[in-house]
């Protein structure tokens, strides 16, 4: 449990562990009948309609200014995002 | 004439006719949603003055002969969509305060053709649940029974077309998400076919999965709806340029079609017998009304439910990786390094349903198990798209209820998952195979909506909307407005 939320970069409030794995131990129980389907010639199926690699033309087209970018920041300084240091101190 | 209890066809008429205005019709909804959102709680924020200015815009419109199809007609907008300007959360704590940078396509295609948004409906936080009951914020109640779920994800939505609060809705359909709200509340319901209408601006649960749809209060609303937000949108790269033919043959009846009735949906386990009743009911109109109901099988219908809920929980994994507290949304400030920073934002942003399929979707796609689920899922969706193949060759559409129970009481399931994900049993398979289905009300069970699902091949919206129309003339049985 804890392995996969700091995968998932999920922090995890006391009892989580338990409660987490109790529920997930439920779904996965049932997902497991999936284990009952012979699928050894099937392709995978990823999206369901023809359509693929549809692309526009590359062509500049106006963006959202600077400002609007940082509209919704929790903290942005000097037109950037700020964060915490990303290095562990040396 | 009271105008929360019409159509948009009928109120299109009276505006056309300039025998009522955009103004007066946004202030008579306004009201409404005054005396009945707090009992029914569809909505999270009005936008009065947004609704003013286009109010203003579309009697300008109507009054130049120049109005679009839904010139002056009130519109609710599932919080999941965004609208510029306007607070969009996705029924998460941890997009409170986000103003939306930009209108996505299909709402800002309805605004083009003349839609007031009165508001921002409540839904299950980013659109996961059936019951409306995983918003951050509060529970929706079912217009029609207040004790009772309006279903979900997209419940807000609903209700505010069954509560009269709004003429038409905008919904989302990951599983089942438009169509189950709208059989719970007895209004119609529609998810089209994937890549119907553009997904731009559309807050992503699991991307090869979401369609967005209208709730309305007739099949034909539905079509006028759908067919002013369907397109190829080069913002959207899973968009269609197919051509926008959805409301071709819409009146022409069901005389001589084939109507497929899928046993494993029709015996599926946990039906009440309330709900099966109101389908045979419908099943027999059909049939008077010209269509050869027939035999069809979906042989891995009992892998429906657990493939889904791999691919999707997968999928919203790595779409809510974006949420992390840096350029939007809430934020964890006392962190001192950047990975305690993304777990501390995401453990106070996400709920619980959440936080469980983002754990769920992540073991699925962690090293060592990508194959025993995720790649044997997508094998799995394979099967299931070629049994709705194989149907669609002995049937014109799929006909079953939309879930296999009516509204049940707020509470009653919020505890066991699993439960609460077999609401979708009936609607999901629709999803994985990418086809449009629509639900329109067929009677009642226990003094509750009943739903009537018509399910068609890809990209034949026309069949699943001609088949509910004609279901609706030949029954008779109209939306109606709850009395609050």
Request: hydrophobic share 40%; glycine share 10%; proline share 5%.
């Amino acid at each position: 449990m804890r392995h996969v939320a700091l995968l998932a970069r999920l922090g995890l409030e006391p009892g989580d562990e338990e409660f987490y794995a109790e529920q997930l131990s439920g779904i996965l129980a049932h997902i497991d009948r999936l284990q009952q389907v012979d699928t050894d010639d099937i392709p995978p199926t990823a999206q369901v309609v023809e359509i693929v690699n549809q692309l526009r033309e590359d062509e500049p087209r106006p963006g959202l200014s600077q400002y609007e970018v940082l509209a919704n920041a929790p903290v942005a300084y000097d037109g950037y995002f700020r964060v915490p240091s990303i290095q562990e101190e040396a | 004439m009271d105008t929360t209890h019409m159509t948009l066809a009928e109120l299109q008429r009276l505006l056309q006719a300039r025998e009522l205005s955009a103004k007066d019709l946004l202030s008579e909804h306004l009201m409404r949603i005054d005396n009945v959102d707090h009992d029914v709680k569809a909505f999270l924020r009005l936008t009065p003055d947004l609704a003013k200015e286009q109010a203003a815009t579309a009697d300008r419109a109507l009054k130049a002969g120049e109005a679009g199809p839904l010139a002056g007609i009130p519109l609710a907008v599932k919080d999941v969509l965004c609208v510029k300007g306007v607070e969009t959360t996705a029924g998460s704590q941890i997009l409170r305060g986000f103003k939306a940078p930009y209108t996505g396509t299909a709402v800002g295609r309805l605004f083009e053709a003349g839609a007031v948004m009165v508001g921002v409906t409540n839904c299950d936080e980013f659109a996961m649940g059936s019951s409306t009951e995983n918003s951050s914020y509060f529970p929706t109640h079912n217009p029609w029974a207040l004790d009772r779920v309006p279903g979900g994800s997209s419940g807000g939505s609903a209700s505010a077309v069954a509560a009269g609060e709004a003429v038409v809705s905008l919904g989302t359909d990951t599983g089942g998400s438009i169509r189950q709200p709208a059989a719970l509340c007895g209004v119609v319901g529609m998810k089209p076919t994937y890549g119907r209408v553009s997904r731009y601006g559309l807050i992503a649960f699991a991307s090869s999965l979401d369609q967005i749809g209208p709730f309305t209060r007739s099949v034909e609303d539905c079509a006028i709806v759908l067919e002013a937000m369907a397109g190829r949108d080069p913002l959207d790269a899973t968009s269609s340029d197919r051509p926008n033919d959805v409301r071709r043959d819409f009146d022409a009846g069901v005389k001589g079609m084939k109507l497929g009735v899928p046993r494993e949906y029709y015996d599926v386990d946990g039906i009440e017998p309330g709900v099966k009743a109101a389908i045979d009911k419908a099943l027999d109109v059909l049939r008077g009304a010209g269509a050869e109901i027939v035999d069809v099988t979906l042989p891995h219908t009992d892998y429906g439910l657990a493939a889904y809920y791999i691919l999707a929980p997968a999928e919203c994994s790595s779409n809510l990786a974006r949420f992390d507290g840096v350029k939007y949304g809430m934020s964890d400030q006392e962190a001192t390094n950047i990975t305690d920073a993304y777990m501390n934002s995401r453990r106070h942003g996400f709920g619980t349903e959440v936080r469980r399929r983002v754990m769920l979707g992540t073991y699925a796609l962690s090293s060592g198990y990508y194959d025993a689920y995720y790649l044997k899922a997508q094998k799995v969706r394979t099967l299931i798209k070629r049994d709705f193949d194989t149907a669609f060759e002995k049937c014109d559409a799929i006909v079953s209820a939309t879930s296999p129970t009516v509204a049940f009481p707020i509470g009653s399931k919020t505890k066991d998952p699993l439960a609460m994900y077999l609401c979708d049993v009936l609607t999901l398979g629709g999803n994985l195979a990418g086809l449009p289905g629509i639900s329109v009300p067929c009677g009642l069970s226990e003094g509750l909506p009943v739903g009537l699902q018509v399910l068609a091949p890809q990209w034949r919206e026309d069949v699943a909307l001609r088949v509910a129309r004609a279901y609706e003339v030949a029954s008779g049985v109209k939306v109606e407005v709850a009395p609050l």
